[in-house]
Antibody, heavy 120, light 106 residues
């Protein structure tokens, strides 16, 4: 069974750096084609893709946020980490990690999401 | 950059109705389009991939069609459990979601 679970702080202050961890099981991120993405959703708003890391350690970022994002993986721990710098209240959202099995394709399995509030 | 226009933004229909949602891309994306269902407080769920392929385990009343720039998602007979927000997502370039369609029961 494939599962993903997000973890990280529920509250961060403006200007701080957010670090989120996606811990997954049931697949290996060293398998060709496997990728993990981060996607967020502000309250009441649409989904926004943020970043993707693939089996070959290639990384892709949202054009509008790429200067603030870093994605990395620890294959031995089955974890993918996202950092977002200079947090602002508009970054308040539920952050999801999700899997694709062939590069940029369909997000077939999602984590439950973790809500992050940015407030002083 | 590719833009995705999803419509309508909200929709009210009766149980048993046929429901259609459209998604239009600003440029040709072939069949690189997926559809998701999101219920309140839950993560999105993949329903349709590559424009018209039903994900395993998804009821056959859900279907998708289209290619190029114009895509359609259909529920052939609306059920109460289909109340949710539906999103299209293109992956011709960096992934991009539509703005969503909130489906309610009339």
């Amino acid at each position: 069974q494939v599962t993903l679970r997000e973890s990280g702080p529920a509250l961060v202050k403006p200007t701080q750096t957010l670090t989120l961890t996606c811990t997954f099981s049931g697949f290996s991120l060293s398998t060709s084609g496997m990728c993990v993405s981060w996607i967020r959703q502000p309250p009441g708003k649409a989904l926004e893709w943020l970043a993707l890391i693939d089996w070959d350690d290639d990384k892709y970022y949202s054009t509008s946020l790429k200067t603030r994002l870093t994605i990395s993986k620890d294959t031995s721990k089955n974890q993918v980490v996202l950092t977002m710098t200079n947090m602002d209240p508009v970054d308040t959202a539920t952050y999801y990690c999700a899997r694709t099995t062939s590069g940029f394709h369909a997000f077939d399995i999602w984590g439950q999401g973790t809500m992050v509030t940015v407030s002083s | 950059d590719i833009q995705m226009t999803q419509s309508p933004s909200s929709l009210s229909a009766s149980v048993g109705d046929r429901v259609t949602i459209t998604c239009q891309a600003s440029q040709d994306i072939s069949n690189y389009l997926n559809w998701y269902q999101q219920k309140p407080g839950k993560a999105p769920k993949l329903l349709i991939y590559d424009a018209s392929n039903l994900e395993t385990g998804v009821p056959s009343r859900f279907s998708g069609s289209g290619s190029g720039t114009d895509f359609t998602f259909t529920i052939s007979s609306l059920q109460p459990e289909d109340i949710a927000t539906y999103y299209c997502q293109q992956y011709d370039n960096l992934p991009l979601f539509g703005q969503g369609t909130k489906l309610e029961i009339k």
